[in-house]
């Protein structure tokens, strides 16, 4: 009798295992993507900190970051980027408790066809994190993952305004 109900937990534990399986596999998950750019060449014009994440970037979608404008389908142009720091909250003595972190990037594009370039665009990333003096070195580590994160996020927000364009033909 025991080795009876053994046989059906067990028998009860294995299909719910496949019916767990078969339901992840029928539902669609898949990891996230970057969305396809409709341009095969770009010019980048101008330097900034994610100059290089952004290269990288492109590369990795198949897109060729040329050195003449005249050669690329699309132009981009860095014009201004921005790092700043602001003091979010003091103590009751006046000491720094909080910051709030700010990294801005402007930047324009043109397709190489037309003689205007668009409107220029910013896209921001902002954080905030707490200070103690007693932390010193562990808070300008945050402060550094912190910028970095910015940066990254900047950097996805190009890309995704990016993809959003579309050939003209």
Known sequence: MLLRILKHKRLIVW????ALSVMLTACGFHLRQPS???FKTIYIKGSTLIN???QKALTEQGIKVVTDPEEAELQLELLREENEQRILSLS???????????YRVQ???KMTD??????PLIME?????????ANLLAKQ???KLLTESMQTDVLNGILRRLSALKKTQ
């Open 125 to 133: 990333g902002r954080r905030d994190y707490t200070y103690n003096d």
């Open 107 to 109: 930047y324009r594009t």
């Open 114 to 119: 037309e003689a205007v370039w668009t409107l």
């Open 36 to 38: 396809p750019i409709a």
């Open 52 to 54: 290089k994440g952004l």
């Open 15 to 18: 299909f719910s295992m496949l």
């Open 141 to 143: 580590a945050e402060q």
């Open 92 to 102: 009751g003595t006046g000491v720094v408790r909080e910051y709030e972190l700010y």
